[in-house]
T-cell receptor, first 120, second 113 residues
């Protein structure tokens, strides 16, 4: 079974500073993917970044980067130069990447989220 | 624009009154799924579908039904809603295969009184 742990229920950061949101995971799968989603107060789930377990380089997407440490089973999200619009709930999720034709392991397993507040 | 749409976005209903939440995607995705989000519990999968006429249970299927008669649509049916089904519901879809992200719909906030 997969498990995602996000130990920070809430985080505060000053505008224009960088912030790291923690995510640790547990799985027996050999091949897996790690995802971060943003959920603003309006409720939608917005995909931010993906890291495959066999990817050699850490993923980056604009101001978002994923600090992937496989041996520590951590996949922290780093947001550089925080903006007021970054205030939201952030979810770490994982999925098996040896995907079967039946679809049973396409399910995303989510952590409980971290509420980020960016202060002006 | 590539998107997953859900309707309605908000719904208040009473116990026992059958309802359907629609989900449609325009990206030709094979895989579709329903999740519910509850405070302190995160997102949990209700049902999923890998193809037309192929559906299967997720982690919390009790009290729900789904159908997949067309590739683009995956409605969630609550035959007899109960207050414990008050939740935020998300439909998601993706292409078959590795490394593809799941696209989420905007969510449906359901209240059952």
């Amino acid at each position: 079974a997969q498990k995602i742990t996000q130990t920070q229920p809430g985080m505060f950061v000053q505008e224009k500073e960088a912030v790291t949101l923690d995510c640790t995971y547990d799985t027996s799968d050999q091949s897996y993917g790690l995802f971060w989603y943003k959920q603003p107060s309006s409720g939608e789930m917005i995909f931010l970044i993906y890291q495959g377990s066999y990817d050699e380089q850490n993923a980056t997407e604009g101001r978002y980067s994923l600090n992937f440490q496989k041996a520590r089973k951590s996949a922290n999200l780093v947001i550089s130069a925080s903006q007021l619009g970054d205030s939201a709930m952030y979810f770490c999720a994982m999925r098996d990447e040896l995907l079967n034709s039946g679809g049973s392991n396409y399910k995303l397993t989510f952590g409980k989220g971290t509420l980020l507040t960016v202060n002006p | 624009e590539a998107q997953v749409t859900q309707n309605p976005r908000y719904l208040i209903t009473v116990t026992g009154k059958k309802l359907t939440v629609t989900c449609s995607q325009n990206m030709n995705h094979e895989y579709m799924s329903w999740y519910r989000q509850d405070p302190g519990l995160g997102l949990r999968q209700i049902y999923y579908s890998m193809n037309v006429e192929v559906t299967d249970k997720g982690d919390v299927p009790e009290g729900y039904k789904v159908s997949r008669k067309e590739k683009r649509n995956f409605p969630l049916i609550l035959e007899s809603p109960s207050p414990n089904q008050t939740s935020l519901y998300f439909c998601a879809s993706q292409f078959k295969g590795q490394k593809y992200e799941q696209y989420f719909g905007p969510g449906t906030r359901l209240t059952v009184t």
